[in-house]
Nanobody, 116 residues
Framework: QVRLVESGGGLVQPGGSLRLSCAVS????????MGWYRQGPGKERELVAS???????EYAGSVKGRFTISRDNAKNTVYLQMNSLKSGDTAAYYC??????????WGQGTQVTVTS
């Protein structure tokens, strides 16, 4: 059984910051790529950022320079530091992780709302 627990979402004003966390637990051998996706109102789910087990990162163009993804391999946890938040960042944010020999798993989602 694999479990993903997300935390850190909430309500923030434009220009503010939030930090999302996603902890993976359960019967896992190793965690490969971890990432954050988001789905805004009336939009399709999109990749926000991803990070490989070796630390290589990828970002959506709309968040480059504002968001930073990182991970703690010892804790099987991925983080998303979000700075300079905009109203367009409002969305449900989902953690996705790829686990060796098991496939991909999704978290339940955490809501981020940016509003004045």
């Amino acid at each position: 059984q694999v479990r993903l627990v997300e935390s850190g979402g909430g309500l923030v004003q434009p220009g503010g910051s939030l930090r999302l966390s996603c902890a993976v637990s359960g019967n896992i051998f190793s965690v490969n790529t971890m990432g954050w996706y988001r789905q805004g109102p009336g939009k399709e789910r999109e990749l926000v950022a991803s990070i490989t087990s070796g630390g290589s990162t990828e970002y959506a163009g709309s968040v480059k320079g504002r968001f930073t993804i990182s991970r703690d391999n010892a804790k099987n946890t991925v983080y998303l530091q979000m700075n300079s938040l905009k109203s367009g960042d409002t969305a449900a944010y989902y953690c996705k992780t790829e686990i060796s020999l098991r496939g991909a798993y999704w978290g339940q989602g955490t809501q981020v709302t940016v509003t004045s």
